[in-house]
């Protein structure tokens, strides 16, 4: 299972999901849904690797930003675990995403 949350002055969050180089998937995040959760299954425990893919924005100070966000690395995966974005950097224009295990 993956998730993601909606952060502090975000307003959305888009985040596509790959394992493998293949899309398992969409997280979206909003004010009026803030919390989304992908299920997703690979065919044995191990290690995988995983891109993600997507953009946020977000308000600062009154002021509306976009950023588009990225990331890669390996995931270790073991029956039940469970993955949550976190954002690694909030640098404009791009920020650096990741999962971590929970």
Do not use: W
């Not at 969050?13 to 690979?42: H, Q, Y």
């Not at 924005?57 to 509306?64: F, H, L, N, P, Q």
Request: aromatic share 6%; glycine share 10%.
């Amino acid at each position: 299972m993956l998730s993601n949350s909606l952060g502090f002055n975000q307003i959305e969050e888009k985040v596509e999901v790959f394992i493998e180089g293949r899309s398992i998937g969409m997280l979206n995040v909003t004010k009026n849904s803030p919390d989304a959760v992908l299920e997703a299954s690979v065919p044995k425990e191990g290690e995988y690797q995983y891109r993600l893919s997507g953009s946020q924005r977000r308000d600062e100070k009154g002021t509306e930003i976009k950023v588009k966000l990225f990331g890669t690395g390996t995931m270790k995966v073991v029956r039940g675990a469970e993955f949550v974005v976190h954002l690694s950097s909030n640098n404009t224009p791009v920020g650096k995403i990741r999962l971590e295990r929970r």
